[in-house]
Structure formats: structure tokens, C-alpha cells
T-cell receptor, first 115, second 115 residues
Framework: DTGVSQDPRHKITKRGQNVTFRCDPI?????LYWYRQTLGQGPEFLTY????????KSRLLSDRFSAERPKGSFSTLEIQRTEQGDSAMYLC?????????????FGAGSRLTVL | GENVEQHPSTLSVQEGDSAVIKCTYS??????FPWYKQELGKGPQLIID?????GEKKDQRIAVTLNKTAKHFSLHITETQPEDSAVYFC??????????????FGGGTRVLVKP
């Protein structure tokens, strides 16, 4: 069990560009969550998957954001036409619905800087 | 929706002293209250959690108390050590298995343990 892996760890991009983040959850975990954390604040829920199904999206997730988990394993979060306000840490977490369904394990995050 | 307030925002203690962080929540339906520790450059790491059917839980130097009537919960760290220096987040969720465990986080407390 190598924990939750996120890639890339850091991304610097220019406004208007598209970026994609990848998350590999703990292998036996069937739930996957995305959170956003801005500097000095607590994480905010964006969306979550159970297996490949995206079951809920926060209103924070504008039309420029899309998340997928095509085979119920890794997930990607894409931001199109990035804006400076998108600069944040994007955290992925996973949990096991069948056993410890409430316990989220977070990855180290992907930090996005939009210039 | 749920709102979680956390105090203080910063806390400085001498090594060996105790540290207390307090959180209040707004949604009486919340029944799961985890605490996360976040070190610089890392994702949040679960340190202890409590469910609404329990009033207090301890794990070595860490304890959490929950008062459901007053809708507040607290983290107590005894015999603080320099490695306890980090940002601590409280969180709350309804934690319904079928609906996913969407955490609402407090704003965080930066703890500094001075040797």
C-alpha cells in the first residue's frame, strides 16, 4: 500500500491554458474525492466517485472543471481555460466504502499556479 | 450546508505544555468529526476521529472531546513536542455511507511548539 499518489506535484501555467491532474488512490479503495485548498484555508469538497460513477459535484466545480474515473481506479481532474483564481492545491483522497467508509486518506496534493 | 468554525487560528506553546483547539459546527445531523494534521508540502493526515455516539476518545498524547448538545468538539494535545508543530484542521460530515463522506473543514490552526 503506497498511499494516495498525485501527479504532478507542482504545475505552473499561463492563464487560458488547460491543465490535468492525476490521482492514484489506495488500491482497494472504491471511493475517490477531490478537494481544493487555497492558501491559509481548509480543504473544500469538489466532487467524489464511487467506483467509476461520479456521484456528487460541488457548486465550486464550474463548467471549466471536469473529473473522470474511467475504470474505477485512477482519476483525472481537468481545468480548462485556467484563471488566476484557480491557483490552489488540489487534493485527492480515497476511502473504502466496504470497510472504513468514513476514513479519508489524502494524497500530498497538486499545487497549481496560474500566471 | 454545514459550517465549521475553528479557533484559534494560531497557537504557540512551550514544549511540554498542552495545546487545545476548538471547533463548532452548525448542522446537527453531522455525526463524524475527524482531525487532520498537515505539515508543509504534504497532504492532510488523519490523527484522530470521533463519532457522535462517543463523547471522548484518546490516543496516546492526543484526545478529542465532543459535545453534541453545544455542537462543538475539541482537540487536546498533551506534552507537546517540536514535531507537533503543524497546521491542524477539524472537520465534520454527515457520514452517511450511501451518500459519501463529504467533509467540511474548519479554517485551520497553526501550532508552533517552541523548544
Amino acid at each position: 500500500d503506497t498511499g494516495v499518489s498525485q501527479d504532478p506535484r507542482h504545475k505552473i501555467t499561463k492563464r487560458g491554458q488547460n491543465v490535468t491532474f492525476r490521482c492514484d488512490p489506495i488500491s482497494e479503495h472504491n471511493r475517490l474525492y477531490w478537494y481544493r485548498q487555497t492558501l491559509g484555508q481548509g480543504p473544500e469538497f469538489l466532487t467524489y466517485f464511487q467506483n467509476e460513477a461520479q456521484l456528487e459535484k460541488s457548486r465550486l466545480l464550474s463548467d471549466r472543471f471536469s473529473a473522470e474515473r474511467p475504470k474505477g481506479s485512477f482519476s483525472t481532474l481537468e481545468i480548462q481555460r485556467t484563471e488566476q483564481g484557480d491557483s490552489a492545491m488540489y487534493l485527492c483522497a480515497s476511502s473504502s466504502f466496504d470497510r472504513h467508509s468514513d476514513v479519508l486518506t489524502f494524497g500530498a496534493g497538486s499545487r497549481l499556479t496560474v500566471l | 450546508g454545514e459550517n465549521v468554525e475553528q479557533h484559534p487560528s494560531t497557537l504557540s506553546v512551550q514544549e511540554g505544555d498542552s495545546a487545545v483547539i476548538k471547533c463548532t459546527y452548525s448542522d446537527s445531523a453531522s455525526n463524524y468529526f475527524p482531525w487532520y494534521k498537515q505539515e508543509l508540502g504534504k497532504g492532510p493526515q488523519l490523527i484522530i476521529d470521533i463519532r457522535s455516539n462517543v463523547g471522548e476518545k484518546k490516543d496516546q498524547r492526543i484526545a478529542v472531546t465532543l459535545n453534541k448538545t453545544a455542537k462543538h468538539f475539541s482537540l487536546h494535545i498533551t506534552e507537546t513536542q517540536p514535531e507537533d508543530s503543524a497546521v491542524y484542521f477539524c472537520a465534520a460530515s454527515i457520514g452517511i455511507k450511501a451518500a459519501g463522506n463529504k467533509l467540511t473543514f474548519g479554517g485551520g490552526t497553526r501550532v508552533l511548539v517552541k523548544p
